[in-house]
């Protein structure tokens, strides 16, 4: 695709979605547009649309970002078309939405903005996009999903569960990679999470989920999920991981939960004959969040190759926690634990201009220790993480 197109692509969407308000009604828009000319796949979304519409916008914008950069773009189109088997999607599906969304568009952008050029800018566009979603979705002859039982579940804090399933056939996925999940409880409402091990030839898999206050899936499975209940998953997603036989160094930067795809790597390279140093910094609001920090602490002392530093911004625990192992200094084989904020943290601790780095957590902790990291001197192509939505 040449560059005036992907600008005036750009232009337009960025023009439409300028403010919050902006990317809402869009979302609505194209919602109705496409419910209302193809009742019966509304059967397809979940009955609460809210989370649904930020995700459809962050999608777009993710794409749209990524137009000139193909080697990163049509992978993620190829592991969304294939995500997107679990729906039932057929190739009639993607034509709907194309033509739902550039009417959306079409709409709040005006007469003035949506030109001749415009209107064949944005058919070149989605056109590339739905093909290789189609095209990788037409060709995998993997499952469409894959069901899980569930096998424990161990609450670590009040608003944290490890839970751990049987697949009813292995899973082929990359550690560092996340899936879509979907649980008895919350029916076509599918949530990211990321496997904290790498894959098995016994099919088993396992979860760290935070509730996420106000969230939907979430604090359905948090102290909830019970052993024998079975859960849908997706196909694999994501870019993250460390190729074997790099001699590229490794920052490492995980957050709560975030730690998951991170662990699953090291848990990978921990078998392997030979690794670049690695350094991983490992942060929470509190101790008792860096609750993994034995397994990591094993890992460290068994691998030379491997630093790990915990972090976290209170040096009390809440008080809610009440816990008699919060009083114990941190397991042998970590660097002594450091009191603030990550991002600034693990920025100070630099210079990892020299590094590949790769962050997990939040939107908002990715973001901020993204920034930091660039306004010190790591290049931004140097640094990694899955998209934010």
């Known amino acids: 695709m040449d560059s005036r197109t992907v600008a005036l692509i750009r232009t337009t969407f960025k023009a439409v979605a300028a403010t919050e308000d902006g990317t809402q009604r ?13 009742p019966h796949l509304r059967e397809l979304f979940p009955a609460a649309m809210d989370i649904q519409r930020d995700r459809l916008v962050k999608a777009i914008a993710y794409a749209l970002d990524r137009l000139e950069e193909p080697d990163e773009l049509l992978p993620f189109l190829a592991q969304l078309g294939r995500d997107h088997r679990k729906y039932g999607v057929q190739r009639a599906h993607y034509l709907a939405v194309a033509v739902a969304l550039k009417s959306a568009i079409r709409a709040f952008a005006g007469s003035e903005m949506w030109t001749d050029e415009v209107d064949r800018a944005w058919d ?37 569960s490890i839970v751990r399933l049987r697949l009813d056939q292995p899973m082929r996925y990359a550690a560092g990679q996340y899936l879509s999940v979907q649980i008895p409880g919350r029916p076509r409402m599918w949530r990211y999470l990321s496997p904290a091990v790498p894959a098995g030839p016994e099919g088993e898999i396992e979860f760290h989920i935070r509730g996420v206050l106000g969230g939907w899936v979430s604090p359905a499975i948090v102290g909830r999920a019970e052993v024998g209940e079975q859960w849908l998953l997706g196909s694999p997603l994501g870019g993250l991981g460390v190729p ?46 860096l609750y993994d920090l034995p397994l990591l602490g094993r890992l460290a002392a068994a691998n030379k190759w491997l630093t790990v530093t915990p ?3 209170s040096a009390e625990n809440p008080w809610w926690y009440s816990d008699s192992d919060a009083l114990r200094p941190d397991p042998p084989g970590l660097e002594p634990r450091i009191t603030g904020q990550i991002g600034k943290v693990v920025a100070a601790a630099g210079p990892w201009s020299d590094r590949d780095v790769q962050i997990a ?28 939505f």
């Not at 957590?361 to 640094?383: C, D, E, H, W, Y």
């Open 244 to 289: 074997r036989n790099t001699k590229r160094r490794l920052l490492m930067v995980g957050c709560g939960t975030g730690i998951a795809p991170l662990r699953a790597q090291l848990i990978a390279m921990a078998r392997r004959r030979a690794n670049p140093k690695v350094h991983l910094f490992v942060g929470g609001h509190h101790p008792c969040d």
């Open 361 to 388: 957590g939040s939107p908002s902790m990715v973001q901020t220790t993204k920034f930091r990291l660039m306004a010190a001197g790591t290049p931004a192509k140097n640094i990694r993480h899955d998209p934010l």
């Open 311 to 313: 972090v976290a911004e």
């Open 124 to 160: 070149a566009g989605l056109t590339i996009i739905g093909d290789t979603m189609i095209g990788a979705a037409e060709q995998e002859a993997t499952p469409a999903v894959w069901t899980g039982t569930v096998l424990e579940r161990r609450d670590v804090l009040r608003n944290l």
């Open 26 to 38: 869009l979302a609505r828009s194209f919602y109705a547009i496409l419910f209302t000319a193809h």
